[in-house]
């Protein structure tokens, strides 16, 4: 299926469509939640809200999926699993005392959390080659000393100083986007 076939299928609550993208892309969901602290029922919940995600954010606004929808529903699923962990990480533990937060608000929330993930991996895919290397090692949190041998400088000092320089240069590219005001913190 083709990005818009998915997308239509959603949209038109389409049975058959949906039940091809839960074949296609919850096993990958389920596996990520699985191997990070999550159990079934966690990947099931957490792949309908990624598909109820998508869809309220499609009838609002139609924006275009850049990757195949395969790959944009999964790691719409993982940010939310990572958002649910950090909640559940923060959350004090009491029975008696009922969640405030409305599930419309935490909808808009996690699609606010999806478009900063856009806008950083578009603007990621902006600067030099060499920048987009050292930060993609640095944010997988590679050891300094294996970026220092993986990219042929001299020392960690100057590992540190170039991650530096380009996290400033990315930032820059970020903040210059005019998309970039309307998705700063609440």
């Known amino acids: 299926m083709e990005n818009e076939e998915y997308l239509n299928a959603l949209l038109s609550n ?19 939640v699985i191997q ?12 309908q809200k990624a598909l109820l995600q998508i869809t309220v954010r499609y009838r609002r606004e139609r924006f ?5 929808f395969e790959a944009y529903l999964f790691t719409v699923g993982k940010n939310l699993w990572r958002r649910e962990l950090k909640m ?6 009491n029975d008696s005392i009922i969640e405030l ?19 950083f991996t ?46 400033a240069k990315l930032s820059d590219t970020i903040k210059k986007d005019g998309r970039y005001s309307s998705l700063e913190k609440i």
Do not use: H
């Open 14 to 32: 389409d049975s058959r469509g949906i039940m091809i993208i839960y074949q296609v892309v919850f096993p990958r969901v389920r596996k990520f």
């Open 122 to 167: 578009e603007k990621l895919e902006l600067i030099s080659e060499n920048c987009k290397k050292i930060l993609t090692l640095f944010f997988a949190r590679t050891p300094y000393s294996v970026i220092v041998e993986q990219m042929g400088y001299s020392s960690e000092t100057v590992a540190r100083q170039r991650i530096f320089k380009c996290k």
């Open 88 to 93: 559940r990480k923060n959350r004090v533990t």
């Open 36 to 47: 990070n602290k999550g159990q079934q029922q966690d990947a099931e919940d957490i792949f």
């Open 101 to 119: 937060v409305p599930e419309e608000r935490d909808l808009a929330l996690s699609v606010l959390e999806q478009k900063r993930w856009e806008l």
């Open 64 to 68: 275009e999926i850049k990757e195949n």
